[in-house]
């Protein structure tokens, strides 16, 4: 098999684009096994070839908890240019890898990229795609190494397009180049119907419409950046989601994201926070200002009260917060259903797996329940790359102060 889309061949126009997530780098063998890949891709497709690549798995969280030691709100530029960092080592480590295996790379900084954002420079918008620019990188080289999540301002300065972002480069650079299909490599077999780490018996969906993805990471699922599916679909580009590496078991063909049916899933908002507020209009009032911070909440009433559900760690959240009280213990499971509504429900986080799992034998009950799968195994722990030690040395990062996020 050589990687192509699920049920055909990807068509044939434009630049192949490819993005590596984090998860493929979690050792430095990554980089050789991706560079092999690529050269395996290349020389198949006959075509030029633009990768994608993220940060060494765990860095770019060492970098914002080192950053949050030294200062509690340090200027959007500097968060900017530390915690763009770890994509420039991933170009860097890459492209040798690639002329180590014989091809040809020349790896790009955020100028190379095309891409142009607009705001606050460690959460800035992405707001326009020039293909010109990568052009005129594959005029010298037919494979280009680009890192994901960074473009520049109207000024030529790096700017970070948010967290978890390189999604949404490689199918901003897809659109501008028009790629029929984006692949999107990651530490899962494509988009499931539930965390599979938390689920076994989630479904990997073998496709699915732009609206159906979108909707999922609307509600926090971590599928694929939800801007990434705007520019996709504004670009007529399918998103080919895929994991690696891979063995040849089930759910290697992956997820195709574009003219597919709806989907229904469950979503464990394990890696957010939930926050209680006295009245909905302090809850209103503190979504809106994460929401011009670049962070999107989760709003929702229960019989206990009003809550806000808030992305762990997002820088610049304190200053919105203030009127309310966060409630480590509890957290949030939704309910996504293909007709785009939404149930959720609080549990103690120490019930959060099994509430997830029993929603989802709800949306998908299992035809044999003999042979239902047990209580799931323990959640791995993200795995962090003991090279990123290059950058911080192999202490763990220290305690914030008080005061610090």
Not at 151 to 167: E, F, H
Not at 233 to 242: I, M, S, T, Y
Not at 255 to 266: D, S
Not at 300 to 325: C, E, I, K, N, Q
Request: charged content about 20%; glycine content about 12%.
């Amino acid at each position: 098999m050589t990687g192509g889309s699920a049920g055909g061949a990807e068509p044939d126009r434009g630049p192949l684009v490819l993005k590596f997530g984090g998860s493929s780098f979690a050792d430095l063998d990554g980089y050789a096994r991706v560079a092999r890949y690529t050269a395996r891709r290349a020389a198949e497709e006959k075509r030029p070839v633009v990768v994608v690549v993220s940060a060494m798995s765990g860095t770019t969280g060492r970098l914002q908890k080192t950053l949050d030691v030294l200062a509690d709100d340090p200027p959007a530029p500097v968060a900017a240019m530390l915690l763009t960092s770890g994509e420039t080592v991933s170009v860097a480590l890459l492209a040798a890898a690639l002329d180590a295996a014989g091809v040809p790379a020349l790896p790009l900084t955020a100028a190379g990229t095309g891409l142009l954002g607009e705001g606050p420079a460690d959460r800035a918008r992405l707001v326009r795609a020039d293909p010109a620019v990568l052009l005129s990188g594959l005029e010298d080289s037919p494979v280009l190494v680009v890192p994901g999540g960074q473009a520049v301002d109207s000024d030529g300065q790096t700017v970070m397009l948010g967290r978890n972002s390189s999604d949404l480069s490689a199918a901003a650079m897809a659109a501008a180049l028009g790629a029929g299909t984006c692949v999107l490599f990651s530490d899962v077999p494509g988009v499931c119907t539930a965390d599979p780490y938390l689920v076994p018996a989630a479904r990997t969906l073998a496709e699915i419409s732009y609206e159906g993805v979108r909707r999922m990471s609307r509600y926090g699922a971590k599928v694929v950046h939800e801007s990434a599916v705007d520019w996709a679909e504004r670009g007529n580009v399918r998103l080919h989601c895929r994991p690696f590496p891979w063995s040849g078991g089930a759910g290697v063909e992956g997820t195709l994201v574009g003219e597919g049916p709806e989907a229904a899933a469950v979503v464990a908002h394990k890696s957010s926070d939930v926050w209680r507020f006295r009245s909905g209009l302090e809850r209103r009032a503190a979504a809106r200002g994460l929401l011009a911070e670049g962070l999107r909440t989760t709003e929702f009433d229960s019989v206990a009260g009003t809550y806000l559900v808030v992305p762990a760690g997002g820088r610049g959240t304190a200053a919105h917060l203030g009127a309310g009280r966060r409630h480590d213990d509890l957290c949030l499971i939704t309910t996504v259903g293909a007709d785009g509504r939404a149930e959720h429900v609080l549990v103690s986080r120490a019930d959060a797996d099994a509430e997830a799992r029993r929603c989802h034998a709800l949306l998908y009950p299992d035809p044999d329940p003999v042979s239902a799968p047990g209580p799931a195994a323990a959640a791995p722990v993200k795995a962090r790359s003991p090279h990123s030690d290059v950058l911080f040395g192999s202490r763990p990062v220290p305690a914030a102060e008080d005061g610090a996020h």
